[in-house]
């Protein structure tokens, strides 16, 4: 291939030169080059290497279609592999390299993969599971452990950065009337048209210019269409591709942003992912021109003719000085005289018999000579195209006629229009064998295909369809009544043949069909004798069509050759279904700036702040970012928890509670509504008073746990465990919304209102004492255990005090307006200073609780009863309540079930893990007799202890010992089982 | 009594971050938040909506997703059966007529305006924010990043009412994204 700079040819502008390194060399393009064209006007003809061959590769055409030319971009973390060269728009400073070879793609190692082809044809990789021949033939794959070492460092192109990406990313939303889809002639008609009837309209273009095929016309002028556009009032976007389509008119699009510049500019991000959301979608995305199927069809030097038009019209680069161009239908008339008007000697063989006789006189007066019935038969050459045998049809077989010497062989195989983003919304495609492609079928929805994505071949009726697909979405948007009318598919002079391919008389070829995954004809001939025929499967069987390509070159020359052996048309053998997205897209455009710390939400207590200037470590739980542990002189989380849960039983600590969760229940109906909520009794609950609640779901096993105070005579508060408090929430609106229309409840989240600290420990009252307006409210008359109050801090900050104890020690809840949270704790831990407190985390606040056998997520984890926790006595059996049918079905009431229990080693130096199944003595296996779900180290007890469930309960296993068999640690320890109430049973530290 | 502290206290810091000699967009945040909300029953919605009429000395109140203010309050209707008002204090209501409920301390506002508004706010929210579509005054529950967040076009620009634990979160993922359009905090 011998290309050159034509300097009156083009549109980038060849007074700004750009510098680039290709493969560490430097060399030079011009602005609005892609990086294709740069390569070709530097005649440099080998791009990559082959997927499996390592064969030679060139660039094949002039956009998203590319096979060939994949290369990787920038360095370092900016590595980004796997790039089309024809898409890649040229900027200064490029980095770009050749990839899938080594040293250089000029001097590939891997090439003797070619030699050994016979080895590595399709489904090769499913046969080395089957063991290697005849040494494990039948056996299995011993050998595979060694294959796919070898294969998974073989598999695979460019190599991606292992270091984070550095870049940006954001997503966005737009919403408009109209969402129209490429930007060539139907799609500007169309948002003309769309414009013109008062409709907000976006038109969306993959490439950084708009025109589609407009710009291999020598008279478009990009810039001034654009002007004239957003003069209309349109909305055109570029370098965004939609990659799919969604339910009611949702495109997904991928905008690059920064993707033509060394580095972003001004902020903005690498690439933003786009949801638009229109009332009509008109797809006008045009069609690629198809190769066909030949012998050492992939040599560099071979490309679709409408690329060569673009190389010449767009970026001014003649891609060859003797072109043979080999053709079945017209589109390559017009072409093969521009190339011979820039200098070409350009020659077409058609397969056809004939053609009418103005074009063959056209084609002649400009100096392109043509031949009829002759078909390409071989490319001769290895890196780069010398000359091409040509062929005629002798029976069912091609038979060599010349050999004509060339450095550049455009195909046309014919067109397929892109369809892809109507497959997404589930619509199959019908074949046309008028003009043997897969066109469009009629969609339900507001979606309307114009121009050549339609079938329309030539410009004036892709601009009319593009009219009548305006005028359409006007007239279901229901602004206009008009008729409208979209021009007949077609548009040739003179009829395609069908030429999918041209069969070698050798016996093995290398005829390319999919040139990015190195499907051959052969591999579907193989696919075929092994009875991989659906298509589905031909798809994965020899990897046609799959990955970034999608079928976009070669998926209908393979359905043609399967139909052929199947003896079918090809519409009976259907096509593959396109998934998104439509071109490859950037994971981290996907993630937008959810990454790192943001990847989730982060949610914080009022007093998250705090806590951090306290020194308090932080644990996630949920979403929530809660403290852990306040480590003291580099205390390590075994001391720092240990010293916490001892300084509550001792004096006194403060723990955050904010992120329980908190529920508002107002309304005349309240009691009814928690009485009706809970399983245990309320309707007699007095005002200042709390109760401990547990709620069950219509299935009976139990929801959550909380306690509710009752604020007045129609206002409760409620408390949820930290991980259901939305659930809950969600559970109340539905009651009341759906079964319980009648009840005049409102429920209202306030988990942000308020924030919580729990006081515990026999300083407790002492602590509060001095931080409220009148500490006789708090007196232990005055307060009685599970009473509440409502009064103020001695600085004015009001707040809710409730004597509610998790920790088993006298112990408060106080709760204040979130904004105020900083101040109480500010207060609330002088105070507790004097008394030699702590503050304590979550990790403390466990062993508090798991001594006391009170149960928490670990335990209430969907499968258990009320009676598995042992608080059966607590439900009501006077009133009917959510899951009080259900509770009593026998698989529920079954005395065999697993019940809560405290678990302690038998040898006290022992420590066990949560998740330790408990096993009869000498009967470790399955799932054993129950389960261990919380462990701590007992400052109380001395030793470790757990909570935990087995059948039958204490009363079945007290004096026995079990074992905690742990097989994923290779641990099995001897246990005691004890009454889950391990620490003061009676419960006399509660009062003080 | 003491002063209230905000989410956002920690990193909020009164800012000039010119892009490309431009601030598009200004940031403010409201420190003294005061919401109530004032529920109905399904019987009573006409009754409370002359009550609080009468209080707020206003015509008629808001349909539903739309507010009303003046210089010295708003109220939007966030539900069916709910209103939320704000920087006023409201009248109590017995029980038969309905239920109001302080939520001052449990949304952080903070007030988007500027030439960028529409684009910065699109950057996380599904909503069509088109002048037809979103008129001032007009009032939408959405979500960013999954958290639950409410949005009103007021006459000094969008007012943003995110709950209190996830502000501080989103602010820092704001401030990333508005440093494209250039902006100030207030």
Redesign the interface.
């Known amino acids: 291939m011998t290309a050159k700079r034509l300097k009156d040819y083009g549109k980038v502008n060849q007074d700004k030169i750009l510098s680039f390194t290709w493969e560490n060399k430097k060399y030079f393009g011009y602005k609005g080059d892609s990086l294709a064209a740069s390569l070709l006007a530097n005649n440099i003809n080998i791009i990559g290497r082959s997927f499996k061959y390592h064969r030679p590769r060139g660039i094949m055409s002039a956009g998203v279609e590319e096979s060939g030319a994949l290369v990787t971009i920038g360095k370092n973390e900016y590595t980004d592999p796997n790039v089309r060269a024809t898409s890649q728009e040229l900027y200064e400073g490029l980095i770009a390299s050749g990839q899938n070879a080594f040293p250089n793609v000029n001097f590939d190692l891997g090439y003797i993969n070619n030699y050994l082809s016979r080895f590595f044809a399709a489904g090769f990789y499913y046969k080395t599971f089957m063991g290697l021949p005849p040494f494990e033939w039948g056996k299995g794959t011993k050998i595979w452990m060694i294959y796919e070492k070898l294969i998974r460092k073989a598999a695979g192109m460019g190599k991606a950065s292992k270091m984070p990406d550095p870049d940006k990313y954001e997503h966005a939303n737009e919403f408009c009337d109209v969402l129209i889809i490429g930007s060539g002639p139907s799609g500007i008609a169309a948002a003309v048209e769309a414009a013109n009837n008062n409709l907000d309209v976006i038109l969306v273009e993959q490439d950084h210019v708009i025109g589609g095929n407009l710009l291999s016309n020598s008279n478009f002028d990009f810039e001034e269409k654009k002007y004239f556009l957003q003069k209309a009032g349109i909305k055109v976007m570029t370098r965004t591709t939609a990659f799919g389509l969604y339910d009611n008119c949702v495109a997904g699009m991928i905008e690059r942003v920064n993707d033509h510049f060394f580095l972003p500019k001004n902020n903005t991000p690498r690439q933003r992912f786009w949801t638009i959301r229109s009332k009509h979608i008109i797809l006008s995305t045009g069609s690629l021109e198809r190769h066909i199927a030949f012998n050492n069809n992939d040599i560099p030097g071979v490309m679709t003719v409408n690329a060569a038009r673009h190389y010449l019209n767009r970026y001014g680069v003649l891609a060859g000085e003797k072109i043979i161009i080999c053709t079945n239908n017209d589109s390559v008339f017009e072409t093969s005289i521009l190339l011979s008007k820039a200098g070409a000697k350009v020659k077409v063989f058609d397969i056809r018999e004939k053609i009418d006789e103005n074009t063959i006189k056209k084609l002649n007066t400009n100096n392109v000579e043509i031949e009829f019935n002759k078909a390409p038969l071989n490319i001769q050459g290895n890196k780069k195209v010398e000359s091409i045998d040509i062929g005629i049809k002798v029976g069912n077989k091609y038979k060599k006629v010349n050999e004509e010497e060339c450095d550049l062989v455009l195909i046309s195989g014919g067109w397929s229009p892109v369809i892809h983003l109507l497959s997404h919304r589930g619509i199959k495609p019908k074949w046309d064998k008028e003009n043997l492609c897969f066109l469009p079928s009629q969609s339900s929805e507001p979606i309307t295909v114009a121009g050549s994505a339609a079938g329309i071949w030539n410009n004036d009726d892709c601009e009319a369809s593009g009219i009548a697909s305006g005028l359409k979405a006007a007239n279901e948007i229901g602004i206009k009544t008009s008729d409208y009318f979209f021009p007949k598919q077609g548009g040739w002079k003179n009829p395609i043949f069908p030429l999918f391919e041209i069969k070698s008389n050798r016996s093995r070829s290398k005829s390319f069909i999919d040139f990015q995954h190195d499907v051959t004809s052969d591999d579907i001939r193989l696919a075929h004798r092994e009875g991989f025929v659906s298509v589905e499967h031909l798809k994965r069987y020899t990897t046609l069509g799959m990955a970034n390509d999608q079928g976009k070159m070669g998926n209908i020359i393979g359905l043609s050759i399967m139909a052929d052996l199947l003896q079918k048309e090809i519409s009976e053998v259907g096509t593959t279904v396109f998934r998104p997205p439509y071109t490859p897209i950037s994971i981290g455009a996907l993630a937008g700036r959810n990454v790192n710390k943001h990847f989730r939400p982060l949610r914080v207590t009022p007093l998250h702040d705090w806590n951090l200037e306290n020194g308090a470590k932080m644990i996630e739980t949920g979403l929530y970012q809660r403290p852990w542990y306040y480590p003291k002189n580099n205390e390590k989380l075994a001391d720092a928890y240990i010293r916490e849960a001892s300084s509550v039983r001792k004096t006194v600590g403060l723990c955050d509670v904010t992120s329980l969760g908190k529920i508002s229940i107002q309304g005349p109906d309240s009691t009814i509504f928690l009485n009706k909520v809970y399983s245990n009794a309320f309707a007699k609950l007095p005002i200042n008073k709390a109760r401990y609640g547990i709620m069950l779901r219509d299935d009976g096993l139990v929801m959550d746990d909380g306690t509710s105070w009752r604020l007045s005579e129609n206002e409760y508060f409620m408390t949820t465990s930290t991980a259901h408090a939305a659930k809950v929430m969600l559970w109340l609106e539905e009651l009341l919304q759906t079964r319980w229309q009648n009840l005049k409840v409102h429920v209202t989240s306030v988990s942000e209102e308020w924030a919580a600290v729990s006081i515990a420990g026999p300083k407790s009252r002492d602590t509060l004492s001095l931080c409220v307006e009148d500490p006789n409210l708090i007196s232990n008359d005055n307060l009685p255990f599970m009473g509440l109050t409502q009064t103020k801090l001695n600085n004015g900050i009001p707040c809710r005090i409730a004597r509610i104890s998790f920790s088993g020690e006298l112990a408060f809840e106080i709760y204040t307006p979130s904004d105020f949270a900083y101040n109480m704790m500010n207060i609330l831990w002088e105070s507790a200073k004097k008394f030699d407190g702590c503050l304590y985390g979550l990790e403390a606040l466990g062993a508090l609780r798991i001594e006391k056998g009170h149960v928490t997520g670990a335990e209430l984890d969907g499968r258990v009863t009320i009676e598995d926790v042992e608080l059966g006595k607590m439900a009501s059996d006077k009133k009917s309540y959510i899951g009080s049918a259900m509770q009593k079905r026998g698989v529920l009431a079954d005395k065999d079930r697993e019940t809560l229990v405290g678990i302690f080693p038998r040898n006290k130096s022992q420590t066990f893990d949560a998740g330790t199944i408990i096993c009869k003595k000498n009967e470790i296996k399955g799932y054993g007799i129950g389960r261990i779900t919380s462990v701590t180290y007992s400052p109380g007890l001395g030793h470790w202890i757990g909570l935990g469930f087995i059948k039958g309960g204490y009363t079945e296993w007290k004096n026995t010992i079990v074992v905690g068999a742990d097989p994923v640690r290779n641990k099995e320890i001897d246990l005691e089982i004890v009454s889950p109430h391990m620490f003061d049973p009676k419960g006399e530290r509660l009062h003080g | 009594?003491?002063d209230?502290?905000?989410?956002l206290?920690?990193n909020y810091e009164i800012v000039k971050k010119i892009?490309?000699e431009k601030v598009n967009l200004i940031f403010n945040r409201n420190i003294n938040l005061q919401i109530t909300?004032v529920?109905a029953?399904p019987d009573t919605v006409s009754k409370v909506e002359l009550i609080i009429s009468k209080y707020l000395k206003i015509l008629s109140l808001p349909r539903s997703n739309f507010a009303e203010d003046n210089d010295s309050f708003a109220i939007m209707r966030v539900e069916p059966?709910?209103w939320w008002i704000l920087g006023s204090d409201i009248p109590l209501l017995s029980?038969?007529e309905g239920?109001t409920?302080?939520?001052?301390?449990?949304?952080t506002n903070i007030q988007i305006s500027g030439p960028s508004a529409k684009l910065f706010l699109?950057?996380?929210?599904?909503?069509?924010?088109?002048d037809n579509?979103f008129p001032i005054n007009k009032v939408a529950s959405s979500a960013i990043?999954?958290?639950s967040v409410k949005l009103w076009l007021s006459r000094n620009g969008f007012q943003l009412f995110i709950?209190?634990?996830?502000a501080?979160?989103?602010w820092?993922?704001f401030q990333?994204?508005a440093?494209?359009f250039g902006y100030e905090i207030k």
């Open positions: 009594m003491v209230r502290t905000s989410a206290d920690k892009n490309d909300q529920a029953w059966l709910k029980t038969e239920t409920l302080d939520l001052s301390h449990s949304f699109n950057r996380f929210l599904p909503l069509d924010l088109r579509s990043h999954h958290v709950p209190r634990g996830y501080m979160s989103l820092e993922i990333e994204s440093t494209q």
